[in-house]
T-cell receptor, first 115, second 111 residues
Framework: GAVVSQHPSWVICKSGTSVKIECRSL??????MFWYRQFPKQSLMLMAT?????????EQGVEKDKFLINHASLTLSTLTVTSAHPEDSSFYIC???????????FGSGTRLTVV | QKEVEQDPGPLSVPEGAIVSLNCTYS??????FMWYRQYSRKGPELLMY????GNKEDGRFTAQVDKSSKYISLFIRDSQPSDSATYLC???????????FGKGTRLSVIA
């Protein structure tokens, strides 16, 4: 089945620095990828829809200047958390879909801790 | 009313029991329905995928969709301790729209 690779799996950074998270679709092309955020014991909340070759679409309340999304190729989308603060600490997960015959596949997630 | 309602549990069952998980939804436009299993600190893993109404079986798992009632279910037969996880229902309107998730149900299968 489809595989989505996400890196890094965890990262600790200092407040004020930026962190980049990569999401790759392996063996399939993904014109659309989705980025979610999950707080402990909470469900996944959609942050933005990443479209290859165009600007991402952000959900209401998500700061596009803080969470920069780049979908430069059909197999790679990146999420950069800029000027990170402790309240940005969370579990970030990406997803993509290979085919309408299959459901969405998720990456393994990135646990971000800002200290 | 939230778009997707799911009892968060926790749900605790003995090993070998049949587990029934369910979600209700309000948007009649949803056509794609999925169940995911998520272990702690991991990304969700797709278990079942159904388009429109009907039943689907895969091993010990059976998914049911009743669009008339806006109700979906996941049944786990012969539950195992390794099934202990959070189960999330998710649905979308079209094949390319984002998923809307339930809150997830925490399941513990006791040996």
């Amino acid at each position: 089945g489809a595989v989505v690779s996400q890196h890094p799996s965890w990262v600790i950074c200092k407040s004020g620095t930026s962190v980049k998270i990569e999401c790759r679709s392996l063996d399939f092309q993904a014109t659309t990828m989705f980025w979610y955020r999950q707080f402990p014991k909470q469900s996944l909340m959609l942050m933005a829809t990443s479209n290859e070759g165009s600007k991402a679409t952000y959900e209401q309340g998500v700061e596009k200047d803080k969470f920069l999304i780049n979908h430069a190729s059909l197999t790679l989308s990146t999420l950069t958390v800029t000027s990170a603060h402790p309240e940005d600490s969370s579990f970030y997960i990406c997803s993509a879909r290979e085919d309408l015959l299959y459901g969405y596949t998720f990456g393994s997630g990135t646990r971000l801790t800002v200290v | 009313q939230k778009e997707v309602e799911q009892d968060p549990g926790p749900l605790s069952v003995p090993e070998g029991a049949i587990v029934s998980l369910n979600c209700t939804y309000s948007n009649s436009a949803f056509q794609y329905f999925m169940w995911y299993r998520q272990y702690s600190r991991k990304g969700p893993e797709l278990l079942m995928y159904t388009y429109s109404s009907g039943n689907k079986e895969d091993g010990r798992f059976t998914a049911q969709v009743d669009k008339s009632s806006k109700y979906i279910s996941l049944f786990i037969r012969d539950s195992q301790p390794s099934d202990s996880a959070t189960y999330l229902c998710a649905m979308s309107v079209t094949g390319n729209t984002p998923l809307v998730f339930g809150k997830g149900t925490r399941l513990s299968v006791i040996a």
